[in-house]
């Protein structure tokens, strides 16, 4: 049985003002164009979306359209695709690109948030200096970088091997054995990288409240808990952004490679970017190229959803 119960208006207040309910809110658009300021910007900014529009996705479609093609323009669908799993040449450039990815990520990011936290402290003075400093490496361009790492790199006058001939051993080869050419290569990358990671956590420190470690030091919690407990949970959606363009520039690196090994020795420095210079440029198969493409944006795209996923975390204002 149920229970009704209604609701008699006030002497001198009709039912209307009972029942009426407030205006729906107006949609963004609605909102946007109901202004005549708002109406001249939207109309200012429209020719440069289009070229955005245009210049983020007329590739993408005219990629999907080489995939689907040959290189006489006749429709294969799927072919392209397909021969990518057959071919090894390509299957050592991913596995190149992958064990790239995981070396030189971790390294970054460890470095990144070692400067970051040296940096950051009381200790460091003129902080803008030591920042100047530290993001050089960042201002280098990837060929001036391999070149430069190249000549250090030399058997018998690079300053690399200076150590090791002075302690009576033999100078290593580096760039000439596919062993110690991946860890060389791995090296200039973590060189050259760092320095992002760097800046990035370096802002997501300056964002943590100075009166959480006020707290922790009352509550007696050592520097080191403070940090796991505190200071990470609040850098490590800026942690999931550094992993994210660190992953991208060491998976997709290709002045390096072409100042430093040109892929060598044999095939043993190719990624994924070497690989498509390569079909697409010395082989003439831009078609067959542009599935490898693909793939390297799935796996770019499937990495940053995990790393989001298992990274970012949402700071809640409850």
Request: hydrophobic share 50%; charged share 15%; with cysteine.
């Amino acid at each position: 049985m149920t229970v009704q119960q209604t609701v008699s208006p006030l002497p001198g207040q009709g039912t209307d003002s009972v029942t009426s309910q407030p205006p729906p809110p107006e949609g963004m658009w609605s909102e946007l164009f109901r202004y005549r300021d708002n109406r001249l910007g939207v109309l200012l900014i429209v020719p440069s979306l289009l070229t955005l529009v245009l210049i983020q996705f007329y590739p993408i479609v005219y990629n999907i359209w080489l995939i689907l093609t040959s290189e006489k323009g006749e429709w294969i669908g799927l072919d392209n695709l397909s021969r990518l799993t057959r071919d090894t040449i390509f299957h050592g450039a991913l596995i190149f690109s992958l064990k790239m990815g995981i070396v030189v990520v971790p390294m970054c990011l460890l470095v990144g948030l070692g400067l970051a936290l040296l940096v950051h402290s009381e200790y460091a003075g003129r902080k803008a200096i030591w920042i100047s400093i530290l993001i050089i490496p960042l201002m280098v361009s990837e060929i001036v970088a391999g070149m430069m790492w190249k000549i250090m790199y030399h058997p018998t006058l690079g300053l690399v091997n200076v150590p090791l001939v002075a302690l009576g051993l033999e100078p290593i080869i580096w760039l000439q054995k596919a062993d110690t050419a991946f860890i060389a290569i791995c090296v200039v990358e973590v060189w050259r990288i760092s320095p992002l990671a760097f800046l990035l956590l370096y802002a997501g420190l300056n964002q943590v409240p100075r009166d959480i470690y006020e707290a922790a030091a009352v509550d007696g919690a050592t520097r080191w808990r403070a940090f796991w407990d505190m200071t990470l949970p609040y850098i490590r959606p800026m942690f999931a952004i550094a992993t994210i363009l660190v992953f991208v520039w060491s998976t997709r690196t290709i002045g390096t490679i072409a100042a430093t090994t040109q892929g060598g020795p044999g095939r043993a420095t190719w990624n994924l970017s070497w690989y498509i210079y390569g079909m697409s440029f010395q082989r003439l198969k831009p078609h067959y190229a542009s599935a490898a493409v693909l793939v390297m944006l799935l796996m770019t795209y499937i990495a940053g959803t995990l790393f989001v996923r298992y990274l970012w975390v949402e700071r809640s204002s409850r």
